[in-house]
């Protein structure tokens, strides 16, 4: 029955980096299409990587003190109102539940877009005293929000995320709280994504709704295009005063407590996907891979094939996520098929290597293909994995610096925006004209004001006043 | 500052049951109401309950060859109606979307109460051979049913679950699951929530909406009433006919699939609470609770209390979840606290105990108190959650059986369903009249048809004609 299955082709990069994109969720069977317009199925292998991501931060949030609630799906459309700037951000895009059974609902109710409403209205029972403070919340769920054009994991109706929620006695504490968790955010990505993040501000434009301020991680993608990986926000007490959260301080006098919240979602898959991918499918950081190895037996109709490669699989399976195929495919087809799905080690073994105690060990970041004997591979196995991480960064960060342009003027920043996939560096004098110049001319957004600032110029790249910021721009996600 | 929080007092059980259940979710800090009607907060405390439950079940599931997956929150109208008698059990009672932002949709959609219809959608798509087959899905979500009558964890609008949905080739293998997964229910109920549970089948009448068989464990309450705690649900063929999925057999000729579904939600939290609670709280079974053993210091201002109670949290913390609570409270507060949150086990030390090298442990379930020398705590502590655990078992099972009635005539039926809370065994001939008629007439409902069968009497308990089955009869949650 081998070959039954056709190996599987997909879409080159160059040739078409969107039709590359959806020929991987679906051949990789990460996604299926749904009969709900703009939702997304996502199948085991696709979950599984979410399972990985959802374990290790919820670690992290935990070690930074979190703890985890469920808060309703739905919001009265009343308690959505409460806060002026934030509902007019998520008004337009929300879902309407207005029917209960068969009963039309006395008020409506929309499906979360985000949870802030929510918090402030569970706060203000909870919160009396200094000692109430401050509350470190997180929870993992799905929200909705009505977009008009989606693509998988980057941009869908409903997705799943994490959103976390916290309140403070004082601003300092919650600014601190905004930065830990931005930090907490590019750490998971750089470490367990192999992902390099540019961390920052957003403009004022960019902010999300309610925000004093919202901070970003930004990786840049295969095609040069930003993505935003993670956002943090600090509230002030906006949110507190709109709903009257108060609590009576060591002085015994009634002040106003400050609130953060901070998120990343599945877009984070699209973004492994974006940022490893290549011709032959997935390719997957080793920490959020569903299998790390996978064993694939070649002649498995050969004496001692399959009792090798089981107890290779036995030993192995106490370093990493491990797999044995040993279905009737041929071994061809195997290796296009975990290729596909971004395995980052495959290991061969066949009779001539039993032989010589020997199996072969191939990469997928760099098909590197490494003799190991059989009995050494538990102690390499987590040695590769880890050069496998590290090579995935260190190819990642050299195409974002190779992919970074500095622009001095309009003209550059208009050239470079046409000709030059990437980020581009651009000193800006802080006011909203001139960003919004830069979309309109160059069809660039900010991407963020980086913490790491670095003078390239004097002037604003748009009207040449004096600059207060170097940003990065380009096109996003 | 100590008793500055009043110690917190709970109706007593015996008053009035159902304002002691409410006294215990709020003041255990398990919920919080929301502004969003018929939908609760599942607080920090009550969520990592639930988050337990969900590790040690998603272990059992993922044994067992389950994998993740995610399917949309939403269900299109059409695609709900698809199968006839699963759309006439749940369209009265799910919440419609209407309104995508501010444009009216062209066919309204449901939020998920039951996600079969998604499941059977997606099979179509993925299942072409008997390759594919089978599939063992499952998901944890929240669905929504539009309940006229709330009550926290039992019956809400929202309420999270897991729902696993299968689908195999032949009916055999669909049956053998849907009891296997009847077992793997019973088996967390008895082990891990020390809750004894009588596995069985409904009625026809008490069937899933589109079910072929429906099978139930039971478990009994505090005041004798049933909490249907698990289902599982045999399709035959009957949603895949509808879905029309056919897949090409060995034989290469196309056949219809058999699918199976099976279900446990929140209501297992009701469940706990209403088992071992009791006049001073909530008592947690120790595999779920969010704190095992907690460490009270006993002037804890005297020279070396605190270097040692944080030397024991150091010693337990390898075996089990601790924590120390060193707070200004005073130890009454504290026990008190710790016994409203059901820790099984309190650990007190004081500077008598210090001198002597022992510490007294006191058991949340009896309140035996036990004398430990320090040194041997952390192999002690094991044993004692091991013999928390049996012990609610225990007190479970003897309620059970000492609250467990015969009746064998409509007199014997009446009077005991009107004197002696509990469950009723009557044997019944199998007609739905009767079954109506025991419920108008002693107010009680089948609860299901056990697996242990024991005749009790040859004739139906309400018509006299002879009888079929033994059936548990009763008043449920």
Not at 170 to 194: D, P, R
Not at 332 to 352: D, H, N, S, T
Not at 371 to 378: D, F, R, T, W, Y
């Amino acid at each position: 029955m081998a070959n039954e299955k056709m190996v599987k082709s997909i879409t080159s990069m160059d040739e078409d980096f969107a039709k590359w994109y959806t020929d991987v969720v679906t051949k990789a069977e990460l996604i299926d299409y749904s009969s709900v317009k703009g939702c997304m199925i996502i199948r085991p292998y696709g979950w599984a990587i979410w399972e990985n991501i959802q374990r290790i931060m919820d670690g992290m949030f935990k070690e930074t003190g979190h703890e985890n609630v469920s808060m309703p799906m739905f919001i009265p459309e009343s308690l959505l109102q409460r806060e002026k700037d934030h509902v007019e951000g998520f008004a337009p895009e929300v879902a309407w539940v207005t029917h209960g059974g068969e009963e039309k609902l006395e008020e409506r109710m929309c499906v979360r877009p985000t949870s802030e409403t929510l918090f402030c209205d569970h706060y203000k029972n909870i919160i009396h005293s200094w000692r109430d403070l401050p509350k470190l919340y997180n929870q993992w769920c799905s929200v909705v929000r009505w977009e008009k054009t989606t693509r998988p994991f980057l941009r869908s109706r409903e997705f799943h995320w994490q959103e976390g929620h916290t309140i403070h006695a004082t601003a300092e504490e919650a600014k601190a709280e905004t930065i830990q968790m931005l930090n907490v955010y590019a750490e998971f990505a750089e470490k367990y994504l192999a992902m390099p993040v540019i961390k920052g501000q957003k403009t004022e434009k960019e902010r999300f709704a309610g925000a004093v301020n919202t901070y970003t991680i930004e990786a840049m993608m295969h095609d040069g295009k930003a993505l935003q990986s993670g956002t943090s926000h600090f509230f002030g007490d906006g949110f507190a005063k709109a709903f009257g959260i108060q609590f009576t301080d060591k002085d015994n006098k009634l002040a106003t407590p400050f609130q953060t919240s901070w998120g990343v979602s599945t877009r984070l898959i699209g973004a492994i996907i974006m940022t490893h991918g290549d011709d032959n499918g997935l390719v997957l950081p080793p920490a959020i891979a569903p299998v790390q190895a996978v064993i694939v037996p070649i002649a498995s109709h050969k004496e001692g094939v399959l009792e090798t490669a089981n107890a290779m699989l036995g030993d192995i399976k106490k370093v990493c996520r491990a797999k044995l195929d040993d279905s009737d495919q041929t071994p061809g087809w195997k290796f296009a098929e975990y290729e596909m799905k971004g395995v980052p080690l495959r290991i061969e073994v066949g009779p001539r290597d039993i032989a010589e105690g020997n199996c072969v060990v191939v990469r997928r970041d760099n098909r590197e293909k490494i003799v190991v004997p059989i009995s050494e591979l538990s102690t390499r196995i987590p040695e590769l994995l880890a050069a496998v991480n590290e090579g995935l960064y260190q190819k990642a960060l050299a195409r974002r610096e190779n992919m970074t342009f500095d622009a001095h003027n309009m003209e550059e920043m208009i050239d470079t925006a046409e000709n030059k996939p990437g980020f581009i560096r651009a000193m800006w004098c802080g006011d909203r004209e001139c960003e919004d110049a830069l979309k309109e001319k160059a069809g660039v957004t900010s991407r963020c004001i980086p913490f790491e600032q670095e003078t390239i110029d004097g002037k604003c790249v748009c009207c040449g006043k004096p600059a207060k910021h170097m940003l990065y721009w380009g096109k996003a996600y």
